[in-house]
Structure formats: structure tokens, C-alpha cells
């Protein structure tokens, strides 16, 4: 008799067993559910990347036409002048020379003129009556005409010797700020074949320019009235801004790279921009700010056995019922992250991305206690790196 209970018993927990398996042994079927973006509003940018130098909008190298010795300057760096102001000196001693000597020139050749005018008028009184030959009279004309043109002459290299002493003082063109000198007082400078460079003169330094050079791939989607942003080295932790004014269409080859000149206007009112500085530029080709945007994901989710039609373009809310439903829409100008929406949504409504299981990971993740092995193929590159072995994964210092 007890030998019956024990086999029954026995018997009973390995039936249990064999149930407790089969039920708890079962893993158990995950559910999906939608992950849910709600409609805020947003900004699409895409930006082209340039390096450029700040450079002053308007900048003016002062010269002299004329060679001498620089006797006074009145001016040094950083100086700021007017319009008109006497920024320099040279000496004129040798010009005052050469302005009389142009007057005693044309003092003389005035007295040839008086004479030869006077000598040929009577010399073509007796020539008419009959009285000289026609060679006296020849004579008499081209002298008269020999001396009314140096006369003529000599004026004129008068007016050229006043102008040339009026140039022995050097006046700032603009108002601005001298950003260079390149002369001493006592050095000679000389006008023979080229104008020499006295200084240079910046018009506002309130107002400045980025000249940037833009690659050749990148061109074709620069365009006037661009919004920029740049830095500068000087002031790390600034962002500047701008705005494209000009793009140049003058190509500079260095090194096989064709690259344009894009010129962009910078506002510089607390001076922090200096002339020359080098300028690390985005100028955003793309810049929509306080739109309506969907993650690009959105467009191209499909739930699945949805048996009605489906728009062309559209994504996807959810009803009250958890059902999806589709939501026709327009869409614009696209980041590659997110899309634009024209028309179909607004502010507020929620469209869906994507699903997720019950446990949070989104469906068609791997889990965490899962790995990923990778396909064996007898065709494999032998040149690829293999996946490290265990205890050979740790980085090498």
C-alpha cells in the first residue's frame, strides 16, 4: 500500500513538473505599440563650411606722384584722420626750383612769341605789297609758329610744376584709421615707374568683411543674402554673424583646388574684429527657422495590414481605438534628419515614428543579451580586419 503512494505521488510531480515547464518554460509574446512624436516647432539648416580673412570694406594705400625726402609726418599707426587732413610732408626745395625755372622758361619763350608775332605780321604786310620774297616770308611764318608753341609748352610745364609742389603735401583721402605706415621722416621716396606706398588707411572699422573662399563643390549652392556665421581664433568662445553680399565669379586655382571668393558683410560695433584675422565660415544654404518639421522616419512608416489606400505622401496618427491611421500631407526642404510639412499638420499634433515592444526597445532592435554574429562566407576578403578575440578587445595606448 505504501508503495502505491509513493509511485502516485511520484508519479504527480513529475506530471506537475512536465506543466510548470511547458507553462513557464513559454517566453512570453512581446506586444508592440507606436512610438509617438509630437508637433513642435522647429528649424531645417544645411551650411557650407569656408575659411576666410576679415578685411575692412573700403581700404585706401596712400601714395605720392612725386620723388623726394619725406621731411615731416604727422601721422602713426592707429592714428584716425579726416577727409582732407595733412598726414605728411616732403621737401620741396628741389619742386620750388623746378617751379621757377618753369617760370623763367616761360618768360622766355613769351618774348619769342612777342617778337616772332610782331617780325611775322610785318614781314606778311611787305609780302603782300610785293616787296619780299616768299622765303623771307616762310621763314617769318615758322618761326612765329616755332614760337607760339613753345610758348604753349612752357605754359604747361608751369601748371605741371605748381601741381607736382602741390603734391609735396599729402592729405587722407578718407576718413578712417591708419593701419599702416611704411615710411620714416628723412627717407626718400621715389614715384620713377610706380606709385611707393606712404600708408594705408581703413574707412570704418565698425564695418567689416570676411572674404571667404568657398570650393568649387560647394559654389553652385552659394547665393546672395545668406545667413553666416563665423569664429575667430581671437575670441573662441564668439560666434559672429553675417550675410552674403557677393559671390565673385573669378576663379583662384592653388595646388589643383579651384576655389570662389564669397563676400560677406560683417557688422563689427565693439571692434573685436580685426583686419587680417582668419575666419572659420558656415553659411547656410538651407535656413527655414519656426517651421513644421516630422523626423524624416515618419514618411517612411507603413503599419502593417493596413487595408486602406494610402496616400502618396503621408504619415501616420493614432486614433482612440490604438489603430493608425494615415494623414495626407505636403511636404518642403529636407536636412536629411527631418522634413519640412507645408500642409496636413499643425502645431501639437502627434504623427507616428515607429514601434516599439512591450519592454521599450524599439521592434527590429536587437536586445542587449543578444549578439550580433557575423556571416561566414567562404569568399571573405582575407585583407579585412577580423573581430578581435576575447580578451583582445581592449584599446592599445
Known amino acids: 500500500m505504501k508503495k502505491k503512494i509513493i509511485i502516485i505521488t511520484i508519479c504527480a510531480l513529475a506530471i506537475l513538473a512536465v506543466v510548470l515547464v511547458s507553462v513557464l518554460g513559454k517566453p512570453k509574446a512581446q506586444s508592440l505599440s507606436y512610438q509617438i512624436t509630437t508637433i513642435h516647432p522647429t528649424s531645417i539648416s544645411s551650411s557650407v563650411t569656408a575659411t576666410g580673412t576679415v578685411e575692412p570694406i573700403k581700404q585706401v594705400e596712400v601714395g605720392t606722384q612725386v620723388s623726394g625726402i619725406i621731411s615731416k609726418i604727422y601721422v602713426d599707426y592707429n592714428s584716425e584722420v579726416k577727409a582732407g587732413q595733412l598726414i605728411a610732408e616732403l621737401d620741396r626745395s628741389v619742386l620750388a626750383t623746378e617751379l621757377e625755372a618753369s617760370k623763367a622758361n616761360l618768360n622766355a619763350s613769351k618774348t619769342e612769341y612777342e617778337y616772332q608775332s610782331a617780325n611775322y605780321t610785318r614781314i606778311k604786310g611787305l609780302y603782300d605789297k610785293g616787296l ?14 616755332k614760337a607760339k608753341y613753345s610758348y604753349q609748352q612752357a605754359q604747361a610745364n608751369i601748371q605741371k610744376a605748381e601741381k607736382n609742389l602741390g603734391y609735396a603735401w599729402i592729405y587722407s583721402p578718407i576718413d578712417g584709421i591708419v593701419l599702416s605706415r611704411a615710411v620714416d621722416e628723412g627717407q626718400t621716396v621715389a614715384a620713377g615707374f610706380s606709385t611707393p606706398t606712404l600708408f594705408t588707411i581703413a574707412n570704418d572699422l565698425k564695418k567689416m568683411q570676411v572674404i571667404a573662399d568657398v570650393d568649387e563643390a560647394d559654389i553652385g549652392e552659394v547665393a546672395q543674402g545668406q545667413r553666416v556665421t563665423f569664429e575667430v581664433d581671437a575670441y573662441p568662445d564668439d560666434i559672429f554673424s553675417g550675410e552674403v553680399t557677393q559671390v565673385r565669379l ?19 560695433p565693439d571692434l573685436k574684429l ?3 584675422l582668419t575666419a572659420n565660415v558656415s553659411i547656410y544654404t538651407l535656413d527655414k527657422q519656426n517651421i513644421i518639421a516630422v523626423p524624416l522616419r515618419a514618411l517612411r512608416f507603413t ?11 503621408c504619415v501616420w496618427g493614432q486614433g482612440t ?3 493608425a491611421y494615415p494623414i495626407e500631407v505636403t511636404t518642403g526642404v529636407s536636412d536629411g534628419v527631418n522634413t519640412e510639412i507645408i500642409s496636413g499638420l499643425k502645431i501639437g499634433d502627434k504623427v507616428i515614428t515607429g514601434t516599439r515592444l512591450s519592454n521599450g526597445t524599439p521592434a527590429g532592435a536587437v536586445s542587449q543579451g543578444d549578439s550580433a ?4 562566407s567562404g569568399n571573405s576578403n582575407p585583407f579585412m580586419p577580423k573581430p578581435p578575440t576575447q580578451g ?4 592599445t595606448k
Open 132 to 145: 619780299v620774297s616768299a622765303t623771307d616770308y616762310e621763314t617769318a611764318e615758322y618761326s612765329f609758329s
Open 250 to 268: 573669378l576663379a583662384t586655382t592653388t595646388s589643383n583646388v579651384v576655389t570662389y571668393e564669397v563676400v560677406i558683410d560683417a557688422p563689427n
Open 274 to 276: 580685426k583686419p587680417g
Open 303 to 313: 503599419p502593417d495590414n493596413y487595408k486602406g489606400t494610402i496616400p502618396e505622401k
Open 321 to 323: 481605438d490604438g489603430s
Open 373 to 376: 554574429q557575423p556571416a561566414k
Open 392 to 395: 583582445q578587445n581592449k584599446r
